[in-house]
Nanobody, 118 residues
Framework: EVQLVESGGALVQAGGSLRLSCATSGFSYDDYAVGWFRQAPGKEREGVACISSGHGVTDYKDSVKGRFIISRDNAKKTVYLQMNSLNPEDTAVYYC???????????WGQGTQVTVSS
């Protein structure tokens, strides 16, 4: 059974930090790129950060560059999103998505709520 379980979301004050985790199981993790997405109330889901399979090349949404860091622990089959200098605009439900490197197969987690108070 494929499972992606996000955790780490919380209420935090502006300027604070959080680390989100996405623990995975049930598929060949190493063949999948990973993305973190977020969806704020009334807005479309948007990509925040991604990391490739293999060499682990990363990319970020402009507004989070220098503040967020995506990483993956292949031994634990877990992906992380370290979020620093949070601001209220970062408030959203955050989702991880695993996408197979050579096909359209993709899996989503259930999401974790991040709320940043001003």
């Amino acid at each position: 059974e494929v499972q992606l379980v996000e955790s780490g979301g919380a209420l935090v004050q502006a300027g604070g930090s959080l680390r989100l985790s996405c623990a995975t199981s049930g598929f060949s993790y190493d063949d999948y790129a990973v993305g973190w997405f977020r969806q704020a109330p009334g807005k479309e889901r948007e990509g925040v950060a991604c990391i490739s399979s293999g060499h682990g090349v990363t990319d970020y949404k402009d507004s989070v560059k220098g503040r967020f860091i995506i990483s993956r622990d292949n031994a634990k089959k877990t992906v992380y999103l370290q979020m620093n200098s949070l601001n209220p605009e970062d408030t959203a439900v955050y989702y991880c998505k695993m996408t197979h490197a050579y096909s359209n197969v993709a899996y989503w987690g259930q999401g974790t709520q991040v709320t940043v108070s001003s």
